[in-house]
């Protein structure tokens, strides 16, 4: 807990603290184990995992919706690929056609 209240930029009571980390813990997003007569915390997912369940979520989320979302999606993404990385462009092309390739055999 004092690692938590040294880290963050400005001074929060202590029970404010508590109630966020015990409200994280409740949606499943910290662990705990008790030591002492303290709780340790400790995150669920590292930072790749919790980035890979969001961008999962917010993608099923518009594919979800009326035709135009997913197509929206997808021209959006392009385009941020094209403006940030070429080389990204092209790995998403060989994942296509991996995907292609493994719906085709009827794998996944």
Known sequence: MH?????????LAYTTIMTTLGRLFKKGLLKRKKECRAFMYSAMLSRPEWERREADSLIAEFLAGPNPSGQLLISC???????????????????????????SRGTK
């Open 3 to 11: 690692d938590v209240v040294e880290s963050l930029e400005q001074d």
């Open 77 to 103: 993404l392009l385009d941020a690929v094209c403006d940030q990385d070429a080389e990204l462009l092209d790995e998403l092309e060989k994942k296509i056609r991996v995907k292609r390739t493994e719906l």
